[in-house]
């Protein structure tokens, strides 16, 4: 496989974890919502690792912000925040009793908010790699 197919199968995987984002939240697991989404979100940053770096090894962390920074990507402030907001969801999400925690405190409203970024947010990764 290619470097070129290895980013589009990246693409393609992001784009269906954030297809199962979105059915999650509709059936009402927002926690669970929150992972899938981060997992797109990490996929992104996979596959502009491997645009910008012309290699398949990426380093196999969980991490928005670690991954962003190899990249030496400008990120503003509120792209910090929403990065390391994320990561708190793909940690949680793993284990049981903190997938309970996340189910519990994040409300609609919240949860909008987060969907909304993420939106945004692939579209800018989506653009980085351009």
């Known amino acids: 496989m290619t470097n070129r197919e290895y980013i589009e199968d990246l ?9 199962a984002s979105g059915a999650l939240a509709i059936a009402g697991y927002l926690g669970q919502s ?13 596959a502009l690792w491997i645009r910008k770096n012309d290699s398949m090894k990426y380093p196999y962390v969980h991490n928005l912000i670690k991954l962003l920074t190899d990249l030496d990507v400008s990120l503003t402030q509120d792209q910090k925040i929403f ?17 309970h925690e996340i189910e519990e405190t994040v409300t609609p409203d919240i949860f909008e908010k987060y969907s909304e970024t993420a939106k945004k947010e692939i579209q800018w990764l989506t653009e980085q790699m351009q």
Do not use: V, W
């Open 11 to 19: 693409i393609a995987q992001a784009e269906d974890d954030f297809g």
């Open 34 to 46: 929150l992972f899938y989404m981060h997992l797109s979100l990490e996929k992104l940053c996979k």
């Open 83 to 99: 990065y390391s907001d994320m990561n708190r969801f793909q940690a949680k999400g793993r284990y049981p009793d903190t997938l």
